[in-house]
Each structure stands twice: as C-alpha cells, then as structure tokens.
C-alpha cells in the first residue's frame, strides 16, 4: 500500500474527508522531506498549536466549575505537552502515515516525541482548515476527556516534586534534574524552556515565565508517567 492509499484510510477511519487530501498530506510532511516551507507541516503546526489550547481552554472552562485558573492552567498545559501529543498521534496511528526524510526514517523520527507532537499538532491544523472547529473539536474530545478525567482527580499533583523526587529514587536510585536549555525575552519578561531529566527519562519541554511553575508542572508530567506503570 502506497503512502496516499494510507493516508486515505487513516482519514476515512476518523470521518475526515478524504476530497481535502492535499492538506492532510501537507500536515504529515516533516521538513526532513522538504525544507521548503510551504510544503511542509511547519506552518500548519503553528496554527495547530493554537486551535488545540482553544478547544482544550474551552472545554475546561465549561466543564469544571469548580477549578480555579491556577489548576485550570496546569491540567491544560500538561495535556497540550509533547509527552501528551505523541502519545495521542501513536495511540491513532499517525507515526505509520508520516512522510520523512531518509536521514530521518532511519534515525527512527516516527517514535520521535517532537516529530509526533509536531505532527499531531500539524493535523488539527488541517482539520480545523479542511472542516471547521466543530469536527475539531471532535477529534479531539476523547483524548481530551480522557486526559482530563485523570489529571483533574489526582491529588499528587498538588505537591508534585516532593513526590516525584521519591519515585525517581525509589526506582533509578537518582534525584531529578530541573534543566533550563533556553530562555527567550518576550514584552519584557523572561520565558525559560525546561526539561525534567530522571536518568535516561525526558519530560517536557514547557515554557513558562516563573522556574518555579515549570518544575511544578514537569514534576505532574512525571507523575502522570510513573502512575502508569
């Protein structure tokens, strides 16, 4: 089967219109195939980016009314993090339909975390051109709900890195490491892009304005990881 006859069955198992393949095709184009721009997924991701913390804002607006912004804000960004995003594309199968690069197909992209988060991010940009908010918005709500669900009843994560220290010496013997890798100037202020390291484990990245919220919240990304087990 030839990567259009995939993708036209991918799209078909999600009731997204297979008539609009060019964009869905686009969505799936890492820039290790093309470098050019306007035939990658680069700026779908953006917009993809986007229209997912909408959809994500606004069913937690509605839906939890009695959460303050504070939590509100920490169940969304961890739900709108890579970790959640390319668990998200492989759980639909979207690491079998991306288009790649050579270098990057034998490197193994297609369980790369960023590739599939981009990519995931990528699709919902397309389906939110290809076929409106709403179809959107369905899309997504399982991964959603389901996410939510989870995040919203864990009492852990209300003190998060005590107790994500205590996991990561009970398992691997190691203290976590709280590793700024940039910072960017933004109206002023001072954003710090931020992993979690836990021996050979990554959380993140996120970005925030405060240190001290990002380890909070890459400490409640861990602990989602650790209860899984």
């Known amino acids: ?19 609009k393949l060019d964009i869905y095709t686009k969505a799936l184009i890492h820039r290790s195939l093309s470098h050019e721009t ?12 986007a229209v997912l913390e909408f959809i994500v804002t606004d069913y937690l607006y509605k839906n939890f009314l009695e959460l ?38 034998i490197n193994g992209g297609r369980r790369k975390k960023s590739i599939l988060s981009d990519a995931m991010e990528s699709l919902i940009g397309a389906i939110y051109i290809a076929e409106g908010i709403e ?15 989870i995040l919203s009843g864990l009492e852990e994560l209300k003190n998060p890195k005590s107790k994500i220290q205590e996991l990561a010496q009970k398992h691997y013997n190691v203290l976590p490491i709280y590793d700024v ?9 001072i954003y710090y892009v931020m992993y979690l390291r836990i021996k050979d484990l990554d959380f ?16 409640r990304m861990a602990l989602l990881f650790f209860d899984s087990l």
């Open 135 to 149: 179809k959107t918005r369905d899309f997504c709500k399982e991964f959603i709900e389901k996410n939510v669900e």
């Open 68 to 105: 303050d912004e504070g939590k509100l804000s920490q169940i969304r960004s961890i739900i709108v993090s890579a970790d959640y995003l390319s668990n998200f594309a492989l759980q639909i199968g979207l690491d079998k339909i991306l288009l790649l690069g050579k270098g990057e197909e």
């Open 181 to 189: 890798v940039k910072e960017e100037k933004k109206n002023g202020e």
């Open 1 to 19: 089967m030839d990567s259009k006859e995939k993708i036209i069955r991918f799209l078909k198992s999600y009731n997204l219109n297979p008539e």
């Open 38 to 49: 306007d035939l990658n997924n680069e700026r779908l991701e953006f917009l993809g980016d």
């Open 204 to 219: 993140g990245p996120v970005r925030s304005n405060s240190k001290r919220d990002a380890e909070q919240l890459l400490a």
